[in-house]
Structures are given as structure tokens and as C-alpha cells.
């Protein structure tokens, strides 16, 4: 308890130690901010969903962020449910014979520099017969109101203005030219070439009939902007904050999982084998020589290529070969020594036996050593799960900052200049491997007497 | 009196170095053994493992099965053939590409036979790699990757060696000034692999400043003159060997500074300090003469670890190394150039374990061959 005081109060004295231990703090709160923010269940249906989940992100958009340092602030995305989300009116007035309207009305602004890539509306509608009827409009800042399409609308529809032919021609006409991105048209100045945005209060009109009794419209209004979310999205229009938030816990799990078991399993192994010498201790040296030939990593990726990329039979493997390494031995010699202290020699007198010697009197005492060497051997094994995931071994269901470097690095990310898909996950690693770095490096310097004062 | 002194004492000598012959030649016979049954463990176990204990036979042959019926659909596409003929067909392929990859005979007798030629170092022939000639021999696809691997991992590990021990020899003397102090702040740093560093740098120079090339080893087309062309190779040299040198250089100084520092502080060294030997000199004799060995090891070490290359680095650089091509061959279930690297590796290994027995002896008067091992 002392001595843990006295240790406690060293640590004090390196202001290395203090921040990572710092760092490895707010890792853990945001591993825990990540579980409960999204249950595991919900993080993987947002991961692996498909453009059902993801329809309501645009492509590779960077984070809202980057709007604080560029010049043309870019639009940012956003989706909206009329009834549900505040300002998307919809108001249902039925008629006698059983038809009725429904109005919805949304007030948004636009004081970008950039025009949208995409605008569209998704329908949800109950009937039985006769399909309800929709006309869209949106009124501009300058008080014109431009005619958007009017369709009958099926049970799920999506509705996607670029891809209306009768929107495209009456956009042209307004804009005097043939436009590339028809949706620019709608928050441009009429006529200008090329486009200056006309910024200001935008309000989207959909006036929708029913026919039926009971038959109801249901409207969600998607804005894809240049920017989306804190994390940005990839090029499968998945939201980043899932895999940067979820990353955590998994690197974390992985790390500290995989130090813990190879530095317990080697020590005890190594306790055993000093304990006992003789054959034992000869078979232990020479599994260590044999381990030494094994190419680890190539062994590791051929069980990610051969047999399974679950992270945890990958943990697995990584444990069983890191047990037999170089630990093993510093263990032994610390143990060799420690066996001929006296009072193993007691404990031998009153007739303990081998496994509460082992366990009792030889383990405890090289904990303190333990510390450090566990907490330094956290982020080679977390780098070393991002490394797989980079070489394309990574798990194939959860999302973790290793899998969206190597995605980003696929799709050519930083010949592309979206620097945000790679620089958050790097970022993220960097970090936890510099917390636990810092810290176990503090931690060897106080445990370790040969490092004591150099 | 004094020829019969002498007389007395040759055979003394004699009997001396003979039965430190002996002992030398003891340990020498014990430990060839001793690394022979390793190696040939060693190699069978990275057979078991590159097979997964015979799993690779069924992944290859439903493989062989599938392309066959394709095949075999594709030639008789507009063909009127009976169906039990197109069967025989099937089978006929399939049976012969299967004796071409060795899968008639049980894979255990073949996994003997591969331990046996490879120890030997037969590498034989891959199953699906070829090399830029052409050839499918092992020993061509392997030897044909060396100078890329050689020329990435040996430029960027010698200048880590030679400039972090002698930046620690530097920092030894100057224990607890500014530079000693930033090198212990960064040495976490060390923490992250080389590629991540890599891609921080492609990010920067490529990306950013234009300088650099993204990857590769030479612009294509390449240029024509030698000079240009190893210019150009230099170029794209700069980014994958800094990534390998900035990732491992300040944890290896702080390294090689403790460990000078736990030797600058022994007795003998204090004495040399208070007769007033010139500074030099206690560097030369005092501290490096007694850590000479730990720098050897350290240097073989690196020289065979060169054979390795670095998989991850050589792929994030697109570097055409053997870490690369090894990564390929698993892709591949190419277990034959797997297994090859790794036997060469594993010789290479024991090869410089049993070597540096002797060169321990020779720098340090302290260590006796075969002495203090039991």
C-alpha cells in the first residue's frame, strides 16, 4: 500500500506520465460515450446497413468542421421528417367525400458559397386503391416560386429532383443554359453564368391529395450538402462518426487484451518453468528458439487470409506467438534470481507446495515490473490490429479506425485530397499509442530500479 | 633445473588447449544440434501453419473443381456432347491439374517431402507466382525482389544504426541536458509502426508539396541514362526509408543511451574519471569495449532481419520487396514461397546465433567459449 503511495507520488514527478494518463482516460470515455451512445447492435446495422441506412449522407463529405477554416463555406447536410422534426409543418385537412390534402411546408436557409450535390424527397404513403398525389415547389429568397414536379406517389418512393427531366428543362429555361447539376439551378441567382449562389430563406411546398380514407403521406426531406456530420462520410455514404467512436473500443479491447494475455501468460510460464527447471525449463528455451524462426506477421496474415478475419481469433494467434518471446526470458532470469531469496526457502520449510510457491510468493513479486512492460505493449498490439485492417485483413463486421484507413487508402483518398478520411483515424491512433507510450514509459523509468534517475 | 621446469611445463600447456578444444568442440557439436532441431521445427511448423494443416488442399482443390467446370462449360458451350463424357472430361481435367500441384499424393507425405527439400534448400517451383522473367522457380521470384528489399531496408537500417548509437554515445555525455531531454519526450513517439508514419509523409509531400512520388520504385517510363535512373530510383527512395528510419529512431537513441549510461556509470569508469583519462579514451576503452558485444548482436540481428523486408511499409509504398511479395504469395496460397522465405530466414538466423558465440569471445576476454553455459 506504500509503496503503491510512494509509486503514485512519483508519478507526479513526469508530466509525460500525467498526460497520457490523461490520454488513456478520454480514450476509455469515449470508448464508453461510443457503447452507450450506439449499442453494438445499432452500430453494426449503421455500418454495414446498405444504402438503405445510408441514402441520407452524401458521398465522401468532409466533416462540418471544415467549414471553420475555408474561405466558401460549403453546404451542410441534413434530413428532416415532416411531423417529426421541428419546422417541417405538415397540415391534414379532410373532406367529406373522404379525399384530403395534406400540406407540407419546410422554411430552411442558404448562406453558402457552394451548391448542394444533391436535393431529393422520400415518400412513405398508405392507400388502397388510388394513388396519392403530390406537387412540389420551393420558394427562393427573391419571392419567385420555381415549379419543382408533380407525380403520383407509390407506397415508398424516392424522388430525386436531378433525375426529373420536366425539372432539368424548366431549370434550363430559368438559368438560360443547359446545367450540370440541375439542383444548383433552384439556389442560384436566375441567369447568372456561372452560378452566384442567392442566399437567403428557402421554403419547400408539397401539396399532397389523398383519395382515400385512411390513406396518409409521410415525407422526409433530404439535403446531401458538400460537408456532413463531425466525422464526414466515405464512399459508400456511410456516416464516419460509427467507426471513429466504435473504433475506440476496439482498439482499446484489442490492445489491452493482448498485452494482458501475453505478458500474464508468458510470466506464468515462465515462473512454472524457473520453478521447476530441469526438462521443463529446457522444452520452455526451446519453444522460445523455435518461436523466434516463425515469421509472426506473415503467420497472422496467412490466418486472415486462410481461415478467418474475426479480431478475435486473430487476438488469439497473436497471443499464442507472443507468448514464447524475448519476455519469456527476462521473466525467467528475474525469477531465477528470485528463487533463492530465503524466503522461498521458508515458504519451502513449513511444506507450501508448488503452486502456491509459484503462485504466492514468485508472481507477486515481479507485478511491479509487470506494469510497465503491459502498459508499453498496449500500442504495438493496437497498431498492429490497424495494420492488418490495412493490408485488407481487418474484421469484416466491426468498425474499427484501421478498416477506414485502409478504405480511404483504396479508394485513393489522398491523391483525391479528402485528407479528413484518413487524417481522423490516424489521429485517433496516434493518440491512444502515444497515451499508453507515455504512460508505460513513465511507469518503466519509476518500476524499473536499472532506469531509476537516467 | 630451468629445461626441466620447461619440460614440465609444454604438455601443462598442451593439455590445456587440448581439453579447451574439447570444450569448444563439445559446445560447437551441441549447438548445431541444438539449432538444427530447431530449424527443422521451425520449418515444419511454418509448413503446418502455411497449409493450415492441410486446409489450403481443400480451399485449392474446390478452386481447381470450380475453374475446371467453367472451363469445361465454356469449351463444350456449342458443342452437342453427351453428359456423361463432359463428366469424364471434368474429372480427367481436374485429376491432371491436381498431379500437376502435387494434391494426389496425402498431404503429410507431402509436407515431409517439403521439409525435406527445403532443408536442403530446394525451394522448387511456385504453384501460381511468376516472376517478372517468367520463371516459377522460388529461388528466381525470391532472389528477383533482394535488391529492392535490400536497397529500402538496408539504406534505411544502417542509417538508423549507426546514427542512434552514435547520437546515444553523444547523449551519454551529456546525461540530463536539453537534447537528452527531448529524446526522452519523443521516444513514445516510436510507438507507431513505419507506414503510419509513411502515410503522414505521402500526405505531406506527395499530396500537399508535390515533391515527392506517391509510391513505386521507379517513374514509369523509367529514364534511360544509369545516372537518371538511379537518381530517380533515390527519389522515390526518400519517403518509404525516412518512414522506416523517423518511426523506430528516437526509442532506439533513448535504448542505446540507457543502456551506455548503465555502463558509464560502472567503478572502472568512475576510476578512469578520477586518474584523468581524456574523455575519448574512457569512451573507447571503458564503455564501448564492454558493450561491443551487445552491438553486434544488435547489428547481426539487423543485418538478417533486412531479409524480412517490411510487408506493410513495402505495400502502403507499393515498394517492389520481398515483404511484399511474400504478403502476395499468401494471397495466392502460394505456400511454396512462403515457406521458402521462411527457411531461408530460419538459416540465416541460426547461422548468426552460432556465429556470434565465437564473436563474443573474440571482443570480450570475459567470455570463454562453451564456459558458463550450464
Given at each position: 500500500?506504500?509503496?503503491?503511495?510512494?509509486?503514485?507520488?512519483?508519478i507526479?514527478?513526469?508530466?509525460?506520465?500525467?498526460?497520457?494518463?490523461?490520454?488513456?482516460?478520454?480514450?476509455?470515455?469515449?470508448?464508453?460515450?461510443?457503447?452507450?451512445?450506439?449499442?453494438?447492435?445499432?452500430?453494426?446495422?449503421?455500418?454495414?446497413?446498405?444504402e438503405?441506412?445510408?441514402?441520407?449522407?452524401?458521398?465522401?463529405?468532409?466533416?462540418?468542421?471544415?467549414?471553420?477554416?475555408?474561405?466558401?463555406?460549403?453546404?451542410?447536410?441534413?434530413?428532416?421528417?415532416?411531423?417529426?422534426?421541428?419546422?417541417?409543418?405538415?397540415?391534414?385537412?379532410?373532406?367529406?367525400?373522404?379525399?384530403?390534402?395534406?400540406?407540407?411546408?419546410?422554411?430552411?436557409?442558404?448562406?453558402?458559397?457552394?451548391?448542394?450535390?444533391?436535393?431529393?424527397?422520400?415518400?412513405?404513403?398508405?392507400?388502397?386503391?388510388?394513388?396519392?398525389?403530390?406537387?412540389?415547389?420551393?420558394?427562393?429568397?427573391?419571392?419567385?416560386?420555381?415549379?419543382?414536379?408533380?407525380?403520383?406517389?407509390?407506397?415508398?418512393?424516392?424522388?430525386?429532383?436531378?433525375?426529373?427531366?420536366?425539372?432539368?428543362?424548366?431549370?434550363?429555361?430559368?438559368?438560360?443554359?443547359?446545367?450540370?447539376?440541375?439542383?444548383?439551378?433552384?439556389?442560384?441567382?436566375?441567369?447568372?453564368?456561372?452560378?452566384?449562389?442567392?442566399?437567403?430563406?428557402?421554403?419547400?411546398?408539397?401539396?399532397?391529395?389523398?383519395?382515400?380514407?385512411?390513406?396518409?403521406?409521410?415525407?422526409?426531406?433530404?439535403?446531401?450538402?458538400?460537408?456532413?456530420?463531425?466525422?464526414?462520410?466515405?464512399?459508400?455514404?456511410?456516416?464516419?462518426?460509427?467507426?471513429?467512436?466504435?473504433g475506440?473500443?476496439?482498439?482499446?479491447?484489442f490492445?489491452?487484451?493482448?498485452?494482458?494475455?501475453?505478458?500474464?501468460?508468458?510470466?506464468?510460464?515462465?515462473?512454472?518453468?524457473?520453478?521447476?527447471?530441469?526438462?521443463?525449463?529446457?522444452?520452455?528455451?526451446?519453444?522460445?528458439?523455435?518461436?523466434?524462426?516463425l515469421?509472426?506477421?506473415?503467420?497472422?496474415?496467412?490466418?486472415?487470409?486462410?481461415?478467418?478475419?474475426?479480431?478475435?481469433?486473430?487476438?488469439?494467434?497473436?497471443?499464442?506467438?507472443?507468448?514464447?518471446?524475448?519476455?519469456?526470458?527476462?521473466?525467467?532470469?528475474?525469477?531465477?534470481?528470485?528463487?533463492?531469496?530465503?524466503?522461498?526457502?521458508?515458504?519451502?520449510?513449513?511444506?507450501?507446495?508448488d503452486?502456491?510457491?509459484?503462485?504466492?510468493?514468485?508472481?507477486?513479486?515481479?507485478?511491479?515490473?509487470?506494469?510497465?512492460?503491459?502498459?508499453?505493449?498496449?500500442?504495438?498490439?493496437?497498431?498492429?490490429?490497424?495494420?492488418?485492417?490495412?493490408?485488407?485483413?481487418?474484421?469484416?463486421?466491426?468498425?474499427?479506425?484501421?478498416?477506414?484507413?485502409?478504405?480511404?487508402?483504396?479508394?485513393?483518398?489522398?491523391?483525391?485530397?479528402?485528407?479528413y478520411?484518413?487524417?481522423q483515424?490516424?489521429?485517433?491512433?496516434?493518440?491512444?499509442?502515444?497515451?499508453?507510450?507515455m504512460?508505460?514509459?513513465?511507469?518503466?523509468?519509476?518500476?524499473?530500479?536499472?532506469?531509476?534517475?537516467? | 633445473?630451468?629445461?626441466?621446469?620447461?619440460?614440465?611445463?609444454?604438455?601443462?600447456?598442451?593439455?590445456?588447449?587440448?581439453?579447451?578444444?574439447?570444450?569448444?568442440?563439445?559446445?560447437?557439436?551441441?549447438r548445431?544440434?541444438?539449432l538444427?532441431?530447431?530449424?527443422?521445427?521451425?520449418?515444419?511448423?511454418?509448413?503446418?501453419?502455411?497449409?493450415?494443416?492441410?486446409?489450403?488442399?481443400?480451399?485449392?482443390?474446390?478452386?481447381?473443381?470450380?475453374?475446371?467446370?467453367?472451363?469445361?462449360?465454356?469449351?463444350?458451350?456449342?458443342?452437342?456432347?453427351?453428359?456423361?463424357?463432359?463428366?469424364?472430361?471434368?474429372?480427367?481435367?481436374?485429376?491432371?491439374?491436381?498431379?500437376?500441384?502435387?494434391?494426389?499424393?496425402?498431404?503429410?507425405?507431402?509436407?515431409?517431402n517439403?521439409?525435406?527439400?527445403?532443408?536442403?534448400?530446394?525451394?522448387?517451383?511456385?504453384?501460381?507466382?511468376?516472376?517478372?522473367?517468367?520463371?516459377?522457380?522460388?529461388?528466381?521470384?525470391?532472389?528477383?525482389?533482394?535488391?529492392?528489399?535490400?536497397?529500402?531496408?538496408?539504406?534505411?537500417?544502417?542509417?538508423?544504426?549507426?546514427?542512434?548509437?552514435?547520437?546515444?554515445?553523444?547523449?551519454?555525455r551529456?546525461?540530463?541536458?536539453?537534447?537528452?531531454?527531448?529524446?526522452?519526450?519523443?521516444?513514445?513517439?516510436?510507438?507507431?509502426?513505419?507506414?503510419?508514419?509513411?502515410?503522414?509523409?505521402?500526405?505531406?509531400?506527395?499530396?500537399?508539396?508535390?515533391?515527392?512520388?506517391?509510391?513505386?520504385?521507379?517513374?514509369?517510363?523509367?529514364?534511360?541514362?544509369?545516372i537518371?535512373?538511379?537518381?530517380?530510383?533515390?527519389?522515390?527512395?526518400?519517403?518509404p526509408?525516412?518512414?522506416?528510419?523517423?518511426?523506430?529512431?528516437?526509442?532506439?537513441?533513448?535504448?542505446?543511451?540507457?543502456?551506455?549510461?548503465?555502463?558509464?556509470?560502472?567503478?572502472?569508469?568512475?576510476?578512469?574519471?578520477?586518474?584523468?583519462l581524456?574523455?575519448?579514451?574512457?569512451?573507447?576503452?571503458?564503455?564501448?569495449?564492454?558493450?561491443?558485444?551487445?552491438?553486434?548482436?544488435?547489428?547481426?540481428?539487423?543485418?538478417?532481419?533486412?531479409?524480412?523486408?517490411?510487408?506493410i511499409?513495402?505495400?502502403?509504398?507499393?515498394?517492389?520487396?520481398?515483404?511484399?511479395?511474400?504478403?502476395?504469395?499468401?494471397?495466392?496460397?502460394?505456400?511454396?514461397?512462403?515457406?521458402?522465405?521462411?527457411?531461408?530466414?530460419?538459416?540465416?538466423?541460426?547461422?548468426?546465433?552460432?556465429?556470434?558465440?565465437?564473436?563474443?569471445?573474440?571482443?570480450?576476454?570475459?567470455?570463454k567459449?562453451?564456459?558458463?553455459?550450464?
Amino acid at each position: 500500500m506504500n509503496s503503491l503511495k510512494n509509486a503514485l507520488r512519483e508519478i507526479k514527478r513526469y508530466p509525460s506520465a500525467i498526460i497520457g494518463f490523461i490520454i488513456v482516460m478520454m480514450l476509455v470515455a469515449l470508448a464508453i460515450f461510443a457503447m452507450i451512445k450506439i449499442p453494438y447492435q445499432e452500430a453494426i446495422r449503421l455500418w454495414r446497413g446498405g444504402e438503405e441506412v445510408w441514402y441520407m449522407n452524401p458521398k465522401n463529405a468532409p466533416p462540418v468542421w471544415y467549414n471553420w477554416f475555408s474561405k466558401d463555406k460549403l453546404p451542410e447536410s441534413f434530413v428532416v421528417k415532416a411531423g417529426v422534426d421541428e419546422g417541417f409543418t405538415k397540415v391534414v385537412t379532410t373532406k367529406p367525400d373522404g379525399s384530403s390534402t395534406i400540406d407540407f411546408e419546410y422554411n430552411f436557409t442558404f448562406d453558402y458559397d457552394v451548391f448542394p450535390p444533391e436535393v431529393f424527397l422520400y415518400f412513405n404513403t398508405i392507400f388502397d386503391q388510388r394513388q396519392p398525389f403530390a406537387s412540389v415547389s420551393m420558394l427562393t429568397p427573391d419571392g419567385t416560386e420555381i415549379m419543382i414536379g408533380d407525380f403520383g406517389i407509390p407506397t415508398k418512393y424516392t424522388y430525386r429532383f436531378s433525375q426529373d427531366d420536366r425539372f432539368i428543362t424548366r431549370i434550363n429555361r430559368i438559368m438560360g443554359r443547359e446545367m450540370i447539376n440541375p439542383v444548383e439551378g433552384i439556389f442560384a441567382v436566375p441567369q447568372s453564368d456561372p452560378s452566384v449562389p442567392l442566399k437567403g430563406d428557402y421554403k419547400l411546398i408539397i401539396k399532397g391529395v389523398t383519395f382515400e380514407e385512411g390513406s396518409d403521406i409521410d415525407a422526409e426531406f433530404v439535403f446531401h450538402g458538400r460537408v456532413a456530420g463531425w466525422f464526414g462520410t466515405d464512399h459508400n455514404r456511410r456516416d464516419l462518426s460509427v467507426a471513429m467512436l466504435w473504433g475506440a473500443p476496439i482498439a482499446l479491447a484489442f490492445g489491452l487484451l493482448a498485452a494482458l494475455g501475453t505478458s500474464l501468460l508468458s510470466m506464468i510460464i515462465a515462473a512454472i518453468g524457473a520453478w521447476h527447471g530441469g526438462w521443463l525449463d529446457e522444452l520452455i528455451q526451446r519453444i522460445t528458439e523455435i518461436n523466434l524462426v516463425l515469421p509472426f506477421l506473415a503467420i497472422l496474415i496467412m490466418v486472415g487470409t486462410f481461415y478467418s478475419r474475426s479480431i478475435w481469433i486473430i487476438l488469439g494467434v497473436t497471443i499464442a506467438l507472443s507468448i514464447f518471446t524475448g519476455a519469456i526470458k527476462t521473466d525467467r532470469a528475474i525469477f531465477l534470481q528470485v528463487k533463492e531469496s530465503t524466503y522461498i526457502e521458508a515458504a519451502r520449510a513449513y511444506g507450501a507446495n508448488d503452486f502456491r510457491i509459484i503462485f504466492r510468493y514468485l508472481i507477486p513479486r515481479i507485478i511491479p515490473l509487470l506494469i510497465p512492460t503491459l502498459v508499453q505493449a498496449v500500442p504495438a498490439y493496437v497498431f498492429l490490429e490497424a495494420s492488418l485492417a490495412v493490408l485488407g485483413l481487418g474484421d469484416p463486421v466491426l468498425p474499427t479506425w484501421g478498416k477506414v484507413i485502409n478504405d480511404a487508402e483504396t479508394f485513393g483518398a489522398l491523391y483525391k485530397g479528402m485528407y479528413y478520411w484518413i487524417l481522423q483515424p490516424a489521429v485517433l491512433l496516434m493518440f491512444t499509442g502515444l497515451g499508453f507510450a507515455m504512460l508505460g514509459f513513465a511507469l518503466d523509468r519509476i518500476f524499473n530500479p536499472r532506469l531509476r534517475g537516467m | 633445473m630451468t629445461s626441466e621446469l620447461s619440460e614440465k611445463e609444454v604438455p601443462k600447456v598442451e593439455s590445456a588447449t587440448s581439453s579447451s578444444i574439447k570444450r569448444i568442440a563439445r559446445f560447437m557439436g551441441f549447438r548445431v544440434i541444438m539449432l538444427i532441431v530447431t530449424i527443422v521445427i521451425g520449418v515444419y511448423a511454418t509448413i503446418l501453419i502455411a497449409n493450415m494443416g492441410g486446409y489450403v488442399d481443400t480451399i485449392m482443390r474446390n478452386n481447381i473443381r470450380e475453374t475446371t467446370i467453367m472451363e469445361v462449360a465454356q469449351l463444350t458451350a456449342n458443342k452437342a456432347i453427351a453428359p456423361e463424357a463432359r463428366q469424364k472430361m471434368v474429372q480427367d481435367m481436374i485429376d491432371l491439374e491436381e498431379k500437376r500441384l502435387g494434391l494426389d499424393t496425402p498431404f503429410v507425405i507431402r509436407s515431409f517431402n517439403y521439409l525435406w527439400n527445403g532443408l536442403r534448400l530446394e525451394l522448387g517451383r511456385a504453384q501460381y507466382m511468376v516472376s517478372d522473367s517468367g520463371s516459377r522457380t522460388v529461388r528466381l521470384i525470391l532472389l528477383e525482389r533482394l535488391p529492392a528489399t535490400l536497397l529500402l531496408m538496408g539504406s534505411s537500417q544502417l542509417i538508423l544504426f549507426f546514427v542512434s548509437v552514435f547520437l546515444a554515445l553523444m547523449l551519454s555525455r551529456s546525461y540530463g541536458s536539453f537534447w537528452d531531454k527531448l529524446v526522452i519526450a519523443l521516444s513514445p513517439t516510436s510507438a507507431a509502426p513505419p507506414w503510419f508514419y509513411g502515410i503522414f509523409f505521402i500526405l505531406i509531400f506527395a499530396a500537399i508539396l508535390k515533391v515527392l512520388p506517391f509510391g513505386g520504385m521507379v517513374d514509369s517510363p523509367p529514364p534511360d541514362t544509369t545516372i537518371g535512373y538511379a537518381l530517380n530510383v533515390l527519389k522515390h527512395l526518400i519517403l518509404p526509408a525516412s518512414s522506416l528510419i523517423v518511426a523506430a529512431l528516437f526509442f532506439s537513441i533513448y535504448n542505446w543511451r540507457t543502456f551506455f549510461l548503465i555502463y558509464s556509470s560502472e567503478d572502472y569508469v568512475e576510476m578512469a574519471k578520477a586518474k584523468g583519462l581524456n574523455a575519448r579514451d574512457i569512451e573507447r576503452r571503458y564503455i564501448l569495449r564492454p558493450t561491443l558485444p551487445t552491438i553486434i548482436t544488435n547489428f547481426a540481428l539487423l543485418l538478417i532481419g533486412l531479409w524480412t523486408g517490411a510487408t506493410i511499409t513495402e505495400t502502403v509504398f507499393l515498394w517492389p520487396g520481398l515483404g511484399r511479395t511474400i504478403f502476395r504469395a499468401i494471397g495466392y496460397y502460394d505456400t511454396a514461397v512462403i515457406v521458402g522465405s521462411t527457411i531461408i530466414y530460419a538459416y540465416l538466423l541460426a547461422f548468426t546465433v552460432f556465429l556470434l558465440d565465437f564473436v563474443y569471445a573474440l571482443v570480450d576476454p570475459r567470455v570463454k567459449v562453451g564456459g558458463g553455459n550450464n
